[in-house]
């Protein structure tokens, strides 16, 4: 059974870098074979794809986050991260951890963790 | 990029079926098909329920199914029960360098 487990701090200060961590179980990421993903969701609104990344490091970014943005992999650990940089109050958010493996579906995602960055 | 139109909620008594619309454009939901549509349950982790337009993996009740029509997909649940309460988001790949939008999320009650 793949699962999935975002974890970090559920406040960061404005202008501080927010970090999160999916740690992966039931399959190995360095299997190949899924893009593995973040993904957002604004108080009250729609969800937002953040980016993903392969097991080799391969990664590809939301243009309007790109200049903030890095998502790293730990294939020992398997474990991917997010970091994204200079936070306001727009990137409060739910942030979810999630899988692809076909070419458009996400096919497991985290329960999701709550991030706040006050105003 | 927009987000998908969905409709803000959708209700049904047990047993009826219900249709939940995601209108798009040519760019996203009419170009491709490339449609998935996720169950969203409070403090529950989504759950794809259909993938590829009309795709149910592995799992999923046979009372849902989807299809798309031009740049709108649609997402029925029959024989409603009250466990399909929650909220449901539909999905498509872009020609948008975001690759990926999402829907606007429609509220399902069983009445």
């Known amino acids: 059974q793949v699962q999935l487990q975002e974890s970090g701090p559920g406040l960061v200060k404005p202008t501080q870098t927010l970090s999160l961590t999916c740690t992966v179980s039931?399959?190995?990421?360095?299997?190949?074979?899924?893009?593995w993903s973040w993904i957002r969701q604004h108080p009250g609104k729609g969800l937002e794809w953040i980016g993903y990344i392969y097991y080799s490091g391969t990664t590809y970014y939301n243009p309007s986050l790109k200049s903030r943005l890095t998502i790293s992999v730990d294939t020992s650990k398997n474990q991917f991260s997010l970091n994204l940089s200079s936070v306001t109050a727009a990137d409060t958010a739910v942030y979810y951890c999630a899988r692809r493996t076909r070419y458009a579906d996400f096919d497991y995602w985290g329960q999701g963790t709550l991030v706040t960055v006050p105003s | 990029q927009s987000a998908l139109t969905q409709p803000a909620s959708v209700s049904g008594s047990p047993g009826q079926s219900i249709t939940i619309s995601c209108a798009g454009t040519r760019s996203d939901v009419g170009g491709f098909n490339y449609v998935s549509w996720y169950q969203k349950h409070p403090g529950k982790a989504p759950k794809l329920m259909i993938y590829?337009?009309?795709n149910r993996p592995s799992g999923v009740s046979y009372r849902f199914s989807a299809s798309k029509s031009g740049n709108t997909a649609s997402l029925t649940i029959s024989g409603l029960q009250a466990e399909d309460e929650g909220d449901y988001y539909c999905s498509s790949y872009t020609s948008n360098s975001t690759f990926y939008v999402f829907g606007t999320g429609t509220k399902v009650t069983v009445l």
């Open positions: 039931g399959v190995s990421i360095s299997s190949g074979g899924a893009y």
């Open positions: 590829d337009v009309s």
